[in-house]
């Protein structure tokens, strides 16, 4: 089983509509990611989570809001989705105090 | 904030040959990951090489520190080895967040 998912794995939406991106971890890891990558470009962060109490902006996050439930679960939401937000959107952890970052699958969204 | 360069942003090889691939960054950074992107957008880590050097099978990396730079040596190149390479970097007081370089893109040939 992956250590890292992400669901769903594609999604397509019209302008306007709210949508939800959720990823779990099996690592036990207390730092959560969420990133985006738009074609032919590196990924930018969005939101990033030290702990279930410790909620950040990175450097792109206006349009987005994240939910961390759990050590585990770490949600990114789009509350207005505008086709600008069509991207592929990762998810990734790391342990505290060790920075390798693990990824997720991905996330294909398209805004229509 | 940190800048991270790629080069060369496209390399097209034949299988079997070898490559290097740079990554150039602006400041001083306590994490340095590869990945390499397949086909498929799926990441994978190959190496967390803030420093020194480091080998795994056909693939090794060298972080230079102090000059601000890290290589990634791809030998004996095969059409699987194909996607987009990322370097990534970070710093402890900076939340650990990354920031990616744009990417190299290979391509190995038959």
């Known amino acids: 089983d992956a250590d890292v998912t992400q669901t769903p794995r594609n999604r397509i939406t019209k302008t306007g509509k709210r949508i939800m991106l959720e990823c779990s971890q099996t690592k036990g890891h207390d730092r959560m990611y969420w990133y985006r990558q738009d074609p032919g470009l590196g990924l930018r962060l969005i939101y990033y989570?030290?702990?279930?109490?410790?909620?950040n902006k990175g450097e792109i996050s206006d349009g987005y809001s994240v939910s961390r439930q759990a050590q585990a679960k770490f949600s990114l939401s789009l509350e207005s989705a505008i086709p600008n937000q069509t991207a592929l959107y990762f998810c990734?952890?790391?342990?505290?105090?060790?920075?390798?970052?693990?990824f997720g699958p991905g996330t294909r969204l398209l805004v229509l | 904030g940190i800048q991270v360069e790629q080069s060369p942003p496209d390399l097209i090889l034949q299988e079997g040959a070898n490559s290097t691939l740079r990554c150039n960054f602006s400041?001083?950074?306590?994490?340095l990951q590869w990945f390499h992107q397949n086909p498929w957008g799926q990441l994978i880590n190959l190496f967390y090489i803030p420093s020194g050097t480091k080998q795994n099978g056909r693939l090794s990396a060298t972080t230079v520190a102090t000059e601000r730079y890290s290589l990634l040596y791809i030998s004996s190149s095969q059409t699987t080895d194909s996607g987009v390479y990322f370097c990534?970097?970070?710093?402890?007081?900076?939340?650990?967040?990354?920031?990616f370089g744009q990417g190299t893109e290979l391509s190995v040939k038959p």
């Open positions: 990734a952890t790391s342990l505290a105090g060790a920075e390798t970052q693990y």
């Open positions: 400041d001083s950074v306590n994490n």
């Open positions: 989570s030290f702990d279930v109490k410790d909620i």
């Open positions: 990534a970097v970070g710093i402890y007081n900076q939340g650990g967040k990354l920031i």
